[in-house]
């Protein structure tokens, strides 16, 4: 027997110290939950929860992410609503203002309404926003970038890369042409059967001029009366101005002129009646001479002026050669669509992506070039680019389009790098779905007005259901999102989450065994006691 080294009390103590710490730390598990509350508690197992929980957090932002998109597809949609309202209204305008019993003071009425809705499109595009984006002036669209050429769109099936294609020809104007204003010395006499005489106009129009008031205020006149039967001079009169009174009829609108009526007065009554006739009429100051011509440019261009004479229209300064017949005074003139050349992928020398089905369509300087699987170009031309009248050293009349994957919103719906959703909404602006001219009181402008809001009702509705089908994918992304946090909960879960019946059965055994240790604990210590017997 031994007093100095009590060893039944150093192994008990050691088996109680041991039953202790295991108990500490089931004790910790059933107030924590966890069963791995350290490293060392399972080295693996906290690698593998730690992943997961950044998962978990991750896909539950993500989650919010794919709400907060839905938020801004609903914003949008809910202003492109109003819209569509506003375009179906002003379609309404135009079939009223197509109705022959309207005056033309009553399209003018029409009109202004439509100007007044036309604005609070661009106003709308201009100020629906979500958090400070603006949604619907083309900001969330891609980015696509080239020269001589705007109000560019491309579908979501082009690809980002080059583009190019020449016009070779640029879309024109049903137009007389410059400088048609002819010097020239012409009478024209009317004989009276009943009277027995004869008015003679004699008309002397200056030669060399470009500017067409100058040219009729520089005309002189002389209107003599004449006695048929002996040829004497009745009566005469002479002045400046326009030679001679007739009416001229562009596009169906007609206006009578006076003779002696002032450059600055004739060119004020054509400027009237060309604007409700759908034509322009221009006298350029750099002295490129005046003509008029249609409003709109291509095979759809006409353009139809009617003169009561040959005389009269030569008084105006145009040409007797415009008229195909000397007889018949009247012009008449269509434009041209333009001549375009797409350059194909794999051209020599050039990174163009062009498809070789790929097909080019105009209505005037408006081109559009589709292909197969939805892909769409489209863009307004500049006026009067070709390759004629390019100033370029080489490749005249080439558009080179660079399309980027720039612009469009990119929404975050996954819980790692590079798990996203690019969202794009097109411009709705007056422009870019070419209902910013719209003018029911031009002649055919309530048919043209009728085809241009058909296609922009098109535009907008496309836009709406492109916006729906982001909006069901979203709604499909959240829930996917939401399932895959659940199940993944559920997975770390079973890595790191105590098993309270388990544990619990594991902390009344170390409890069972504590009480037992320091049972044994102190009947060892009474051990030396016995030792004491020995010396007595």
């Known amino acids: 027997m031994r007093i100095n080294n009590n060893m039944a009390a150093v192994i008990t ?42 998962q978990i957090d991750c896909l539950a932002q993500a989650s919010t992410n794919g709400s907060d998109g839905i938020s801004v597809l609903q914003t949008a949609e809910g202003a492109l609503n109003e819209v569509t309202e506003m375009i179906q209204r002003m379609r309404e305008l135009s079939v009223q203002a197509a109705n022959g019993t ?14 007044s809705l036309l604005e609070e499109i661009d106003r709308v595009a201009q100020t629906t926003e979500f958090n400070n984006i603006n949604l619907l002036n083309g900001a969330l669209d891609n980015r696509t970038y080239a020269e001589h050429a705007t109000r560019m769109q491309t579908s979501n099936q082009v690809p980002a890369g080059i583009y190019e294609l020449t016009i070779n020809k640029a879309a024109t104007r049903g137009s007389t042409g410059k400088n048609t204003l002819v010097g020239d010395s012409f009478t024209s006499g009317i004989p009276n059967s009943y009277t027995n005489t004869r008015v003679d ?27 048929l039967g002996d ?94 017949d000397e007889t018949s005074p009247v012009i008449e003139k269509v434009g041209t669509d333009p001549d375009i050349t797409l350059v194909e992928k794999g051209t020599a020398g050039s990174k163009s992506l062009f498809g070789p089905q790929a ?9 559009t070039i589709s292909d197969v699987g939805g892909f769409e170009l489209s863009f307004l031309a500049e006026a009067g680019f070709d390759s004629e009248t390019d100033t370029a050293d080489d490749n005249k009349g080439k558009i080179t389009f660079n399309v980027t994957d720039i612009g469009s919103m990119t929404l975050h719906v996954g819980a790692n790098k590079n798990q996203n959703m690019e969202v794009r909404i097109a411009a709705v602006t ?21 085809n241009s809001l058909d296609v922009a009702l098109s535009y907008v509705t496309s836009v709406r259901s492109q916006l729906g089908a982001y909006e069901n994918r979203l709604d499909h992304t959240t829930k996917s999102l939401d399932t ?51 010396l007595q």
């Open 13 to 54: 103590n050691n088996q109680l110290l041991g039953t202790e710490s295991t108990l500490g730390d089931v004790m910790e598990k059933l107030s924590s939950g966890f069963k791995i509350n350290h490293a060392s508690d399972d080295p693996s197992g906290i690698a593998i929860a730690g992943k997961m929980q950044a």
């Open 102 to 115: 309207n005056s033309i003071s009553e399209r003018k009425t029409i009109q202004k309404e439509i100007d």
């Open 201 to 227: 106009t004699t008309v002397n129009t200056p030669t060399g001029l470009t500017d067409f008031k100058e040219f009729i205020n520089q005309t002189i006149w002389q209107v003599d009366k004449i006695d």
């Open 231 to 324: 040829g004497s001079t009745i009566s005469s009169e002479s002045g400046s101005g326009l030679g001679m009174s007739g009416t001229i009829t562009i596009n169906g609108h007609g206006v009578d002129l006076t003779q002696g009526t002032s450059g600055e007065g004739v060119y004020e009554l054509l400027r009237n009646v060309c604007e409700e006739a759908g034509a322009i009429i221009s006298n350029p100051v750099d002295g490129s001479g005046f003509s008029i011509e249609s409003y709109k440019y291509g095979a759809h261009a006409n353009l139809k002026i009617e003169f009561s004479s040959v005389a009269f229209a030569k008084s105006l300064g145009f040409d007797e050669a415009l008229f195909p």
């Open 359 to 367: 097909t080019a369509g105009a209505d005037g300087n408006h081109i």
């Open 430 to 450: 007056t422009e870019f779905m070419y209902i910013d001219d719209l003018n029911v009181t031009r002649v055919d402008g309530p048919e043209d007005a009728l």
């Open 484 to 534: 895959t946090g659940e199940n993944m909960t559920s997975a770390i879960s079973r890595v790191e989450d105590a098993d309270m019946a388990t544990t619990m059965v594991e902390y009344t055994k170390l409890n069972v065994l504590e009480q037992a240790g320091t049972s044994a604990l102190a009947q060892a210590n009474e051990l030396p006691q016995l030792a004491l017997q020995l």
